[in-house]
């Protein structure tokens, strides 16, 4: 047994246990908020691009459906690397929960990449929102923020360099274009989840209009803002500039309060599939955003 695998405090062998009783019921609450987050990313239409129920996007090897398989296996992974986070686990803990969770993904889908970042976003911020339980703390987006960072930061600004491990799309688009993409943004705790995403959602929200406007909203905010190595390896530079700026032009004309709002994402949507663009870190960051917004708010 490893003294260093605190998920081994809690697990009998091959059957994962998450603890008391009230501890089971909030790791199970956590798993159905980050599944319906991530549905309610998947549905959300229109998404220059990306997948939903209504279309591919610029997609030709998955469909929602396939979102839907992989989104049944992760519901363990969720439970676990919360539990792991209340039980404070260190990274390597965690990062081997993820690289199952990316197995049985895999296992799910056939071979397709559907919930890599999510995988890697949600569940840090699921050991964040389950350190913050443990401690008592009121489930706040800035308390969870700051546990992120205080219990991770240091080994995730570690995690951001890539280290004798396959060559990824990600990472090959980090050398070649010096884009960010998702391991700098987990070094710095999410910075967009928390400073972009999110206030995005809430101003919508505050002025009245409805979750779907306000999630449309915070996906253009995070389209407009980040470096996503999805991005750069389907389209290069130009792609990431014809991203950030029909985000930036769609904000300008006042996103969703705009009369014309969705006749403009529509129409972004099928230039982007035209161009095989697909911003699928801001629809990752997204899913966190729904995550945050829902653990917050009840
Ligand atoms: C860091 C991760 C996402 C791998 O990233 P990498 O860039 O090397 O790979 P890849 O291109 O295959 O996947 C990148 C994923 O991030 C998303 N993404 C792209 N850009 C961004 C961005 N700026 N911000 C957030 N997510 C982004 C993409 O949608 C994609 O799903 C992660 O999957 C990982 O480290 N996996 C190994 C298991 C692990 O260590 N997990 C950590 C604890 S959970
Ligand atoms: N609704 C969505 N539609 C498309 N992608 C999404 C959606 N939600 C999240 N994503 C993210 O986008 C990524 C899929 O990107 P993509 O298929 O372009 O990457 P890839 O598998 O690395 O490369 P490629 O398919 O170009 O060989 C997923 O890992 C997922 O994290």
């Known amino acids: 047994m490893d003294d260093l695998n605190p998920l081994q405090t809690v697990r009998a062998p091959g059957r994962p246990e998450q603890g008391d009783a009230s501890g089971r019921a909030f790791c199970q609450r956590i798993v159905r908020v980050a599944v319906r987050s991530l549905y309610a990313e998947l549905v959300l239409y229109p998404k220059p691009g990306l997948v939903s129920k209504i279309d591919n996007g610029s997609h030709t090897d998955m469909t929602a459906a396939t979102f839907v398989r992989s989104l049944f296996a992760l519901r363990r992974y969720f439970a676990d690397i919360t539990r792991a986070g209340m039980l404070d686990a260190p990274f390597h803990v965690l990062k081997q929960l993820g690289i199952d969770a990316e197995a049985r993904m895999l296992r799910a889908?056939?071979?397709?990449?559907?919930?890599?970042?999510?995988?890697?976003?949600?569940?840090?911020?699921?050991?964040?929102?389950?350190?913050?339980?443990?401690?008592?703390?009121?489930?706040?987006?800035?308390?969870?923020?700051?546990l992120l960072r205080a219990c991770w930061g240091q080994a995730l600004g570690a995690h951001s360099v890539v280290n004798g491990e396959p060559v990824s799309h990600g990472a090959r688009a980090v050398?070649?274009?010096?884009?960010?993409?998702a391991r700098e943004e987990g070094a710095l705790g999410f910075p967009s989840v928390f400073d972009v995403g999110l206030p995005a959602l809430h101003r919508a929200l505050a002025a009245g209009r409805g979750m779907r406007e306000a999630r449309i909203d915070a996906l253009f905010a995070l389209m407009a803002h980040i470096s996503d190595t999805n991005v750069y390896h389907r389209g290069g530079v130009e792609g990431a500039l014809t991203v950030r700026r029909q985000a930036r032009a769609f904000i300008a004309r006042g996103g969703t309060a705009a009369p014309d709002w969705e006749a403009r994402a529509l129409a972004s949507h099928r230039s982007f599939v035209a161009a095989r663009l697909s911003p699928g870190g801001a629809a990752d960051l997204l899913g966190a955003v729904c995550l945050v917004h829902a653990v917050t708010t009840r």
């Open 175 to 181: 050398l070649r274009y010096a884009a960010s993409g």
């Open 109 to 146: 889908t056939g071979g397709i990449n559907t919930h890599r970042g999510a995988i890697f976003c949600l569940g840090m911020l699921c050991a964040a929102i389950g350190r913050c339980r443990a401690h008592g703390d009121a489930l706040t987006p800035a308390r969870i923020g700051e």
